[in-house]
């Protein structure tokens, strides 16, 4: 019987060792089978053991429940942890964040509320701890490690209206002067070190899903308030003792970020951004627009006997006269050439809307003779541009029979103007894109520095004047004195370097009026830089000049000149300081160009109101009439505009 039961075991391991694979029932075999399918080498014990990341994560969910008031603790203290970094990060040590803490301690309350607004929000959003803390985190590294680059690299702070230029970041890194510190690799250390230890313990939120959505729509609208309702974030602001004044200039907003901290002065600035946005004026209509038109239209200018010469607006990136500043005993022969030209034509010193940075504001005023206060002073006034054909100078230009260029060695796409300037009338537009190597240019390129030298933008110039079969308005804004300046013999003297460019500027310019001096054109040319130079933070000339926001008006004052190579009559150009948009209505008068009703009108004010603006002078109050015409001509429905700008 024994011998009978063996044989009948063998025989039913023989007929299931004949079972076909793919036989459906042999999925339902015990594991005891699996070895007869297979080559017969039965998997070693340490091949059944889970992988590293699974028994990680088993770990992580056990300690969701087995360290849960840890967890509680961690996400408690995590606003806290995070703020501080943040400060930590832009103030480059510990000590500056300690004398600041005690110094300003109800900015760090309000500094911890609204990161934990942000941070409930990313808890209901996310209802995951660890995926909040670690999106939480990466915000704030990225705005403090931002706010420090661009300090160093501008001496001007971090506003959230910049993140506009977040899509040209690529374009903005030849601009930085980045130096990683021990300071900010340590932050960096502990923060991660931070987001590890969350991630390890692995906080969870147990909430319903109605109350994530109150929860989330509360921070929301509780962080709205704080930005946008003046009724909500006064009495917030002025109970943490947040500093509001008006940044009407770059040095008071550097003042106020002093006072404010990193966090606080982001929430505070884009309160006054918002509340300064640009809004229908009451009483904008046509009716209105013609009561302040109507002046009595001088249309009888014939370019002094039909002679129109070429006009050339020549906006040199940063440059700007360090002689005015007579403690820094600048020595003239930088400025050699630029002399010369102002005493071969006519020389003064205009009011530029801006300084450091924003060289848009400048282009602005100058390609449209309206203020930028009219406007509200927007840092990229381009971005307020109505999309349609807007009543530019070089529309006028066009009605007059002229070609029209605009001139600039950088990429197209950097503050969007290749798309809005497509708007404003220019014939040409010639730009430089040093990323790819594509140019409009026509002559050779070189550079100086980081980049496109001067006298390849001088050379461009000459050649559209010979190529053109009609007198051409030309405008153009250089790159070569942008910052970094830390190119050159000892590349930690900032101001030293940005010297020798300057320098290099003038010789090349020279060189420029000479080879206009020899061309059969009666020739114009306006030249002056659009803003004083952007220069690191601390180490900076101009705290080593004391400025304040009270006495640097000199930071807005650019000497220009008017250049001719024809006996061009300078008599009517104003031997006072004017505002840098009424310099095309100037330069009209110069060439005897025809007046219309609104041309006219700019004519009124520059003698009513030769200074409009809010950085170089906040007492000025704001013209009701002016800022009507700008908004009429910028964003409204052209209601001053004559035939020829339409």
């Known amino acids: 019987m024994a011998k009978k039961s063996v044989d009948k075991v063998k025989r039913s391991a023989v007929n299931a060792s004949e079972i076909p694979e793919n036989n459906t029932g042999a999925a339902e075999m015990s594991d005891v089978s699996e070895p007869l399918k297979s080559s017969g080498t039965a998997k070693s014990p340490e091949s059944n053991k889970p992988s590293f990341i699974k028994r990680l994560n088993d770990k992580c969910r056990e300690n969701s429940q087995r360290f849960s008031k840890l967890n509680i603790i961690l996400l408690i203290i995590f606003p806290l942890f995070i703020s501080s970094m943040a400060e930590i990060i832009?103030?480059?040590?510990?000590?500056?964040?300690?004398?600041?803490?005690?110094?300003?301690?109800?900015?760090?309350?309000?500094?911890?509320?609204?990161?934990?607004?942000?941070?409930?929000?990313?808890?209901?959003?996310?209802?995951?701890?660890?995926?909040?803390?670690?999106?939480?985190?990466?915000?704030?590294?990225?705005?403090?490690?931002?706010?420090?680059?661009?300090?160093?690299?501008?001496?001007?702070?971090?506003?959230?209206?910049?993140?506009?230029?977040?899509?040209?970041?690529?374009?903005?890194?030849s601009f930085a002067y980045i130096k990683i510190t021990w300071a900010l690799v340590l932050a960096y250390i502990v923060t991660i070190a931070f987001i590890l230890i969350v991630f390890y313990f692995n906080p969870k939120i147990k909430i319903r899903p109605i109350n994530r959505v109150i929860a989330a729509t509360a921070c929301v609208l509780s962080f709205a308030a704080i930005v946008m309702v003046p009724g909500f974030y006064d009495p917030v602001y002025k109970?943490?003792?947040?500093?509001?004044?008006?940044?009407?200039?770059?040095?008071?907003?550097?003042?106020?970020?002093?006072?404010?901290?990193?966090?606080?002065?982001?929430?505070?600035?884009?309160?006054?951004?918002?509340?300064?946005?640009?809004?229908?004026?009451?009483?904008?209509?046509?009716?209105?627009?013609?009561?302040?038109?109507?002046?009595?239209?001088?249309t009888g200018g014939d370019f002094n006997g039909g002679v129109?010469?070429?006009v050339i607006f020549i906006m040199s990136e940063s440059y700007a006269d360090f002689r005015v500043f007579d403690r820094l005993d600048v020595d003239d022969s930088y400025y050699e050439y630029f002399d010369k030209a102002c005493a071969e034509g006519k020389s003064g010193t205009i009011i530029t809307p801006t300084y450091a940075s924003w060289t848009v504001r400048s282009e602005f005023e100058l390609m449209f003779g309206l203020p930028v206060k009219g406007i509200n002073d927007p840092n990229m006034p381009q971005r307020e541009l109505a999309e349609r054909d807007l009543p530019s100078m070089a529309q006028y230009y066009n009605s007059w029979g002229y070609n029209t260029a605009y001139v600039h060695p950088f990429i197209g796409s950097f503050y969007g103007r290749e798309t809005k300037y497509a708007h404003l009338g220019f014939k040409n537009m010639l730009f430089h894109d040093d990323q790819t190597g594509e140019t409009d240019f026509t002559v050779d390129i070189k550079h100086f520095g980081t980049y496109v030298d001067d006298a390849t933008v001088f050379d461009q110039l000459i050649d559209l004047v010979n190529t053109s079969d009609d007198p051409i308005y030309i405008h153009t804004t250089?790159?070569?004195?942008?910052?970094?300046?830390?190119?050159?013999?000892?590349?930690?003297?900032?101001?030293?370097?940005?010297?020798?460019?300057?320098?290099?500027?003038?010789?090349?310019?020279?060189?420029?009026?000479?080879?206009?001096?020899?061309?059969?054109?009666?020739?114009?040319?306006?030249f002056v830089g659009d803003h004083f130079p952007s220069l690191r933070g601390e180490t900076s000339v101009y705290n080593q000049l004391g400025?304040?926001?009270?006495?640097?008006?000199?930071?807005?004052?650019?000497?220009?000149?008017?250049?001719?190579?024809?006996?061009?009559?300078?008599?009517?150009?104003?031997?006072?300081?004017?505002?840098?948009?009424?310099?095309?209505?100037?330069?009209?008068?110069?060439?005897?160009?025809?007046?219309?009703?609104?041309?006219?009108?700019?004519?009124?004010?520059?003698?009513?109101l030769p200074i409009y603006s809010t950085s170089y002078d906040d007492s000025i109050q704001h013209n009701e009439e002016l800022d009507l015409l700008t908004y009429d001509r910028i964003v409204g429905d052209l209601y001053s505009a004559s035939p020829v700008t339409k």
């Not at 929000?121 to 999106?135: M, T, Y």
């Not at 006072?259 to 009716?287: C, H, I, M, W």
């Not at 100037?586 to 004010?605: G, S, T, Y």
């Open 478 to 526: 250089t790159m070569q004195n942008h910052q970094p300046y830390n190119q050159g013999e000892d590349p930690d003297d900032e101001f030293g370097n940005y010297l020798t460019w300057i320098k290099h500027t003038n010789e090349d310019l020279n060189v420029f009026l000479e080879e206009l001096a020899k061309i059969d054109e009666p020739t114009l040319v306006f």
């Open 90 to 173: 832009q103030g480059k040590t510990i000590t500056y964040y300690l004398h600041f803490l005690t110094d300003h301690p109800t900015v760090m309350i309000f500094n911890i509320l609204t990161t934990s607004l942000i941070f409930i929000f990313l808890l209901a959003l996310f209802k995951s701890g660890r995926l909040a803390v670690l999106v939480h985190s990466i915000i704030y590294l990225a705005l403090s490690t931002t706010e420090l680059f661009k300090y160093n690299t501008n001496g001007n702070h971090l506003l959230l209206s910049d993140m506009r230029l977040f899509k040209s970041v690529k374009n903005l890194k």
């Open 547 to 608: 400025l304040t926001g009270e006495n640097c008006s000199q930071l807005y004052e650019q000497k220009y000149f008017l250049w001719s190579n024809y006996d061009a009559d300078f008599s009517s150009v104003p031997d006072e300081k004017f505002s840098f948009f009424y310099m095309p209505y100037v330069i009209l008068n110069i060439i005897d160009a025809p007046h219309d009703a609104f041309i006219e009108k700019m004519m009124e004010f520059m003698e009513t």
């Open 239 to 298: 109970f943490f003792k947040i500093d509001t004044t008006a940044a009407s200039n770059d040095i008071l907003l550097k003042e106020k970020f002093d006072k404010n901290g990193f966090l606080a002065f982001l929430v505070q600035t884009a309160s006054e951004d918002y509340s300064n946005r640009l809004v229908e004026p009451d009483d904008y209509d046509k009716n209105r627009i013609q009561q302040v038109m109507n002046v009595n239209a001088v």
């Open 308 to 310: 129109k010469p070429n």
